[in-house]
């Protein structure tokens, strides 16, 4: 199992990150690095497709962590996040202590002392046997730590994020009939967000800022390489490059790494030994997901090929 301990360095991050094959910025690994340190969470921000998800994927298969994701979306409630009441258990409870309530108040002398009795029992009624733990009360629950992964927090409510404040500053949250429960160790928290709505500035100051964008060429290049080994660099060069001047068109989804490599998987695959037009032609669905957006780079085709070619030749 990988260490748990904190990173030593920045660069220590970088290598544990790539060891489980995410090549990340060095904006990245200081972020990382920083929240080890100082037990922060993480919010990073950017748009789909860029990593953010693998991150906290990467981060717990490094540190030999068990991984807990939440999937927000609009409606997301405290019974689907935090923890809810085991019903049916409760039900069963209830029909035992039915069964048994003359036992129960059998040696009860008044009606006070019977009514005491009763209320001993209804606090077992709500105790921690009767939880059912949701993602958020798992987290803190696990006695090793964890990655908590609360991904996509901007499809949920805005006030589902009040839920969230207590457990990203302090690594607590309260519980009415319980009382406060602390984490046992404190989880690692990436929150992502690809900024469909602005977040409130509460969480906000709880989180540390990383924005994760397309990368540069010599970057995703070398992500292109970890994740499909079996690509020639021309050929590796040559889309990277071509993907490039993708991203300067005015489309309605511009292709992402996750693209990128889809991209250079199917041209593996298809034993593409460069790039060429007919080839592009049949496989840009994978790069692009609208009809629009096809159509809208399908006249600039030749032209991008060719100055991937060139920059490949003399980069």
Known sequence: MADIRPSASIEAVESGLAAQ?????????????????????????GPAGVGKTELAKAIAAWRGMKMIRLQCYEGLDEAKALYEWKYAKQLLYTQILKDKL????????????????????????????FVEPRPLLQALEQPAGCVLLID??????AEFESLLLEILSDFQ????????????????????????????????????????????????ERIVESRVPGISQTLRKQMVNFIHEVRSLDLKKLPSVSETIDWARVLVLLQAPELGHEMVKDTLNVLLKYEADIEATMPQVSTFIAKASRQNVFG
């Open 21 to 45: 094959g995410y090549i990340a910025s060095r904006q990245i690994a200081t972020a990382v690095y920083l929240a080890q340190q100082i037990e922060k969470p993480i919010l990073v921000e």
């Open 152 to 157: 996509e927090i901007d499809k949920s409510d």
């Open 102 to 129: 003359g036992e129960v108040l059998g040696g009860a002398p008044t009606l006070e002392a019977a009514l005491n009795q009763l209320h001993d029992f209804g606090d077992v009624f709500f105790s921690k046997e």
């Open 173 to 220: 949250v309260t519980i009415p009939e319980l009382g406060t429960v602390v984490a046992v160790a404190p989880p690692t928290v990436i929150l992502t967000s690809n900024s469909e709505r602005d977040l409130g500035d509460a969480l906000k100051r709880r989180c540390l800022h990383l924005h994760i964008g397309f990368p540069e060429q010599k970057l995703e």
